[in-house]
């Protein structure tokens, strides 16, 4: 019963004990991961087995919750209508303007040649105490199709998102990726129509992931530039599978993260100018986040002799990482929201700093959902 999930994430939380509860897009079954002790344990390599949580800065190793106790249950769908937009994002201005000369001063890189992309982002710092498990009860109900989780480590924190974007889905050596940049709202019926700036800020990322692979894999298939829906917003999303070597996982997820839809390119260029102006600590939003190497075992050939013997079942790992997007930070008594958004030569802060509250909304909802 998915209820018993809920119990048992509210007595961890009380017992100051890890967990992470999640569903995976599109999918009826909450995943409840439970530790046992309160350690903190980090991925060295990515061949470690558990559900990683990591920083957008991987000079700081990421966190693995153990797999001490895995328990699943069927969970409804609910799918509340997200026909209306709700401009509940508050509107401080001291904040704003901040995000303004941060944009512009970005802008000047970008036209100075430093820079062709990089995303920035701001916190909302929101004063309320809150319950995180009812807040994500919230998230469950309002995104079916993301990737919906809390996360709690007493030693870390507590997170709640509800991602749109994979960074990584591998079973064995095959694999799936996707390039999600520019953003609209979904308040028409209609899809979108796309700028040139839109366009080509995806296919920045598109071809980054592209070049950034090619040495590391055996094969790569791109599918078509679509439009899809995440809560409130459309995004343009590409389909990148493929096959790696066997024991490349660890590579291909270094050479994948940060991917241009979190970073930037030049992505040194990118990633030096968020360290030096965003003036606050990302930590984990903008990271990764799931299962990693999770076992399934496969039956060979049903039809053979001798079926019970172990010789005709093999064992496959599979991992699903998302990217730690549309999220928030839960504290004793103030909530963080992350946002943030891609500036590439035809941006306009104005417009920057819209769309940022257009993302925003995809927490402010959880927050006013009753
Ligand atoms: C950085 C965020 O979104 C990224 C993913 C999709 C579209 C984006 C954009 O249009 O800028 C961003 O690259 C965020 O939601 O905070």
């Known amino acids: 019963m998915v209820q018993e999930l809920f119990d048992r994430a509210s007595a961890n939380l009380n017992n100051e004990l890890p967990f992470v509860l999640y569903r995976k897009p599109?999918?009826?079954?909450?995943?409840?991961?439970?530790?046992?002790?309160?350690?903190?344990?980090?991925?060295?390599?990515?061949?470690?087995?558990?559900?990683?949580?990591?920083?957008?800065?991987?000079?700081?190793?990421?966190?693995?919750?153990?797999?001490?106790?895995?328990?699943?249950?069927?969970?409804?769908?609910?799918?509340?209508?997200?026909?209306?937009?709700?401009?509940?994002?508050?509107?401080?201005?001291?904040?704003?303007?901040?995000?303004?000369?941060?944009?512009?001063?970005?802008?000047?890189?970008?036209?100075?040649?430093?820079?062709?992309?990089?995303?920035?982002?701001?916190?909302?710092?929101?004063?309320?105490?809150?319950?995180?498990?009812?807040?994500?009860?919230?998230?469950?109900?309002?995104?079916?199709?993301?990737?919906?989780?809390?996360?709690?480590?007493?030693?870390?924190?507590?997170?709640?998102?509800?991602?749109?974007?994979?960074?990584?889905?591998?079973?064995?050596?095959?694999?799936?990726?996707?390039?999600?940049?520019?953003?609209?709202?979904?308040?028409?019926?209609?899809?979108p129509k796309w700028s040139e700036k839109e366009l080509n800020e995806q296919q920045v990322v598109t071809d980054y992931i592209l070049d950034a692979l090619k040495n590391e894999v055996v094969s790569l298939k791109v599918s078509e530039v679509t439009s899809i829906e995440a809560g409130q917003l459309w995004h343009l999303r590409t389909e990148i599978n493929g096959v790696f070597a066997p024991n490349k996982f660890g590579d291909v997820l270094r050479a994948l993260h940060p991917t241009p839809a979190v970073c930037g390119t030049p992505i040194i260029n990118a990633k030096k100018f968020i360290d030096e102006n965003e003036n606050y600590e990302r930590s984990f939003y903008t990271g990764f986040l799931g299962e990693l190497n999770f076992s399934t075992e496969l039956a060979r050939n049903k039809n053979r002799r001798n079926q019970e013997n172990?010789?005709?079942?093999?064992?496959?790992?599979?991992?699903?990482?998302?990217?730690?997007?549309?999220?928030?930070?839960?504290?004793?008594?103030?909530?963080?929201?992350?946002?943030?958004?891609?500036i590439t030569s035809d941006s306009r802060p104005e417009s920057e700093w819209n769309e940022t509250v257009l993302k925003s909304n995809t927490m402010f909802r959880v927050l006013n959902h009753k």
């Open 310 to 342: 172990s010789a005709y079942r093999s064992v496959v790992k599979n991992s699903e990482l998302f990217v730690n997007l549309r999220c928030m930070q839960i504290r004793k008594d103030t909530i963080s929201i992350y946002v943030g958004g891609g």
């Open 26 to 191: 599109n999918e009826a079954v909450l995943n409840g991961v439970f530790q046992k002790d309160n350690q903190i344990y980090s991925v060295v390599d990515f061949s470690e087995t558990g559900f990683v949580f990591a920083p957008f800065d991987l000079g700081s190793q990421p966190i693995l919750l153990k797999t001490d106790e895995i328990i699943k249950a069927p969970i409804e769908h609910m799918g509340i209508s997200l026909a209306i937009v709700d401009e509940i994002s508050l509107l401080n201005e001291s904040e704003k303007a901040d995000y303004l000369i941060l944009i512009t001063k970005a802008l000047k890189v970008i036209n100075e040649g430093e820079l062709d992309k990089v995303v920035l982002s701001r916190e909302i710092v929101i004063n309320d105490e809150v319950s995180p498990i009812n807040l994500f009860q919230n998230v469950l109900d309002i995104y079916p199709q993301a990737f919906c989780y809390i996360w709690h480590h007493p030693k870390v924190g507590t997170w709640i998102g509800a991602t749109p974007e994979i960074l990584l889905k591998s079973r064995g050596t095959q694999f799936t990726t996707m390039s999600l940049a520019g953003t609209q709202s979904s308040n028409e019926f209609s899809k």
